[in-house]
């Protein structure tokens, strides 16, 4: 029998209870809200969501900044100009879901592992429908069309135009010059009337100056690069490529079962053709098994998915979640955002939540904090990630490939004492994956460091992402070790430096095919979106060996990492920062726990036993609430982890 939601949330509103609220607000029995088609001229009948003037982040203190939007040098867009919204609502109770998914994560707990299913979700903490359909109904009558709402009622979208924004949200959009492209964004707050105040929680969709963007690097081979390959059967540790099998070997995966049994979620955009076709390519050249495959198109009907600038990236992340996960996973499916609009890629994190059907969720993406921030963007992913820890789902995260300057990325910093950091990799409710330099010897593993690449002949830096967040608290399980109040990144850290990164298979071959590569250079790539799928593949293969069971694993890698050492490689060399003028910028590494590769990477086959590995079930060992079948509180024959797991966590989070 499926489980029952658990007994202090609260139930749905009956019909009556409804019909009582919409009274109350100020609408119609069907959810009409009774309000003028025309946007309300008094101010005060307006209410601020989480969406901020648009405000580029500042050199001087990476917080956002005024900037020439709502200046005379801006000019406001276009009154036709397309505009996709995606407003996020907020939980119907956001105290009840953070009790829970502190209870299903923690041994002892009654709800320990007892996930919840969507349906329930949708019964104790999504939004109402009354409060949906008011939403839908109110940009319906403002002019919005193919206003839909997202299953999990976490998000509605739909199409209009700067006119509409204005009148619906009292913000104007103003077009203005950055970075040598025209952009426009939202001159101020985006508000709501009153009525929709304890609804609506933010609106994203009113900028492109800030978007998301991928975290690899593509390894440029200098002259001497063959040389040190030959090299890496020597004594010598080197820095070398790697074909992505080799990372189950050199990470100590032993006789740890591959992912077979467990479904990887993969945040992509655009148009994976190309990336299908490489995985192909990749599974038969190494003798593996064919990958089964999806792609889940997350935006509206009609959007354009022709874009291949991220096909690099796509391919980066699925054949090293192959290959890390032992040659075998039981599908991927390719979330495919439209664009790299924090509304587009928000509005994939939530597809694959809804669906239910990932157990891990690889996110090789980020943006500056303060954007998303100012966006909103921050917020609503937060509680798209609440949804997926109640559910057993988790998210594996970049932490970013400009070291401690992820606000001036792409240039070179102007403030080398200001530091900032990625999003989403700093929300609490994803593992932050930061980077390394893998050295191996015979193609075994020696040690690592931090990955640091320096800067390029433009003065931009590359390193992995790391430091403290400006705007996220940090849960306990962290904060009782760094003694910071700020959620720090990363958590833990896998191979990201070039010089030892992926070598892929890139439009069907091996070298000579990326872009600007010279035909005999290897298409080797690094940077943290290495390290995230990196650690994807080994999350899947432990919950595979567990039968898809395992908690959010954030609390036990932290209390783990101090009660058996074995389990880590410790990262004590190096920093994410710049060295000028004989001054050391940004974070450097320690024993322990630091803010640039966090516990440093696993020994797989330590990993699984400290989970209590149990081979996988017959039939696929599909139980667990993997979105494919079985029932979730089956623990397949597991045996009782409580008393491996319970000394090794303490109040688990905030």
């Not at 010279?518 to 290495?530: A, E, I, K, R, Y």
Request: hydrophobic share 35%.
């Amino acid at each position: 029998m499926p489980k029952q939601a658990p007994s202090f949330v609260a139930p749905i509103l009956s019909a009556t209870c409804r019909l009582s609220v919409l009274s109350l607000i100020g609408l119609s029995a069907t959810g009409l809200m009774v309000l003028p088609a025309q946007a309300q001229s008094n101010s005060t009948d307006w209410v601020s969501t989480n969406t901020h003037a648009f405000a580029a982040p500042s050199a001087a203190s990476g917080a956002q900044a005024s900037t020439n939007v709502a200046g005379t040098s801006a000019n406001e867009l276009a009154a036709n100009t397309p505009i996709h919204v995606v407003v996020s609502l907020k939980m119907r109770d956001q105290k009840g879901l953070d009790a829970f998914i502190n209870q299903v994560n923690q041994p002892g707990s009654p709800n320990y592992r007892q996930y919840l299913t969507p349906d329930q979700i949708l019964a104790t903490y999504a939004p109402t429908e009354a409060q949906v359909q008011t939403v839908v109904e109110y940009l319906t009558r403002a002019g919005f069309k193919n206003v839909r709402a997202a299953k999990n009622r976490l998000l509605v979208t739909a199409d209009g135009n700067a006119a509409l924004v204005k009148s619906a949200f009292n913000t104007s959009l103003k077009r203005f010059t950055q970075d040598g492209h025209q952009v426009y964004a939202n001159t101020s707050d985006a508000q709501v009337p009153a009525a929709l105040g304890d609804i609506v929680d933010s609106v994203l969709g009113l900028q492109n100056a800030a978007t998301a963007h991928t975290n690899y690097r593509i390894y440029r081979p200098e002259p001497s690069a063959s040389t040190q390959v030959k090299r890496s059967l020597a004594a010598a540790p080197v820095l070398t490529g790697h074909n992505p099998v080799e990372f189950s070997n050199i990470y100590a995966a032993g006789s740890t079962p591959t992912a077979s049994a467990t479904t990887v979620g993969i945040i992509s955009e655009g148009d994976l053709t190309q990336t299908l076709s490489d995985l192909q390519t990749f599974t038969t050249n190494n003798g593996l098994g064919n990958v089964a495959t999806q792609v889940v198109q997350t935006g509206p009907d009609g959007s354009d998915y022709s874009d291949t600038d991220g096909t690099v990236e796509w391919n980066l992340d699925s054949q090293s979640i192959v290959g890390a996960a032992g040659g075998a996973v039981n599908k991927l499916v390719f979330y495919a955002a439209p664009s790299m609009s924090l509304g587009d890629i928000t509005a994939a994190y939530n597809q694959a939540v809804s669906d239910n059907v990932a157990k891990v969720i690889n996110v090789s993406l980020g943006v500056c904090e303060a954007s998303a921030k100012s966006e909103g963007s921050q917020a609503a992913d937060d509680a798209i990630f609440k949804v997926a820890m109640a559910q057993g789902q988790v998210f594996s995260v970049s932490a970013g490939d400009h070291g401690v300057y992820e606000c001036q990325s792409g240039k070179p910093p102007s403030n080398l004492r200001t530091y900032t950091v990625s999003e989403p990799a700093t929300s609490p409710y994803v593992i932050s994956v930061g980077g390394t330099g893998l050295y191996t010897v015979g193609g075994k593993y020696d040690h690592e460091n931090v990955w640091n690449e320096g800067v390029n002949s433009r003065g931009v830096l590359w390193a992995t992402g790391g430091g403290i967040s400006k705007y996220e608290a940090a849960p306990t399980w962290q904060s009782s070790v760094t003694g910071s109040k700020l959620r720090t990144v990363p958590d833990i850290g896998f191979d990201a430096d070039g010089r030892s990164g992926a070598i892929l298979v890139y439009q069907g071959q091996t070298s000579g095919t990326l872009p600007g590569a010279g035909p005999d250079d290897p298409n080797q790539v690094g940077g943290t979106s290495l390290a995230a799928p990196i650690f994807s593949g080994i999350w899947a293969r432990v919950q595979s060996a567990n039968n898809n069971t395992l908690a959010f694993p954030a609390a036990s890698i932290y209390s783990n990492a101090t009660t058996k050492p074995g389990l880590f490689h410790p990262v004590t060399s190096g920093n994410n920062g710049i060295t000028k003028s004989g001054v050391t910028y940004g974070y450097s590494a320690t024993q322990g726990f630091d803010y640039v590769t966090g516990w440093g990477s696993f020994d797989i086959s330590q990993l699984n036993a400290a989970y209590g590995s149990t081979p996988v079930a017959a039939g696929g060992g599909k139980s667990g609430n993997t979105g494919s079948g079985g029932s979730s509180n089956a623990q397949g024959g597991t045996p009782d982890l409580f008393g491996l797991l319970s000394g090794l966590f303490g109040s688990w989070w905030w």
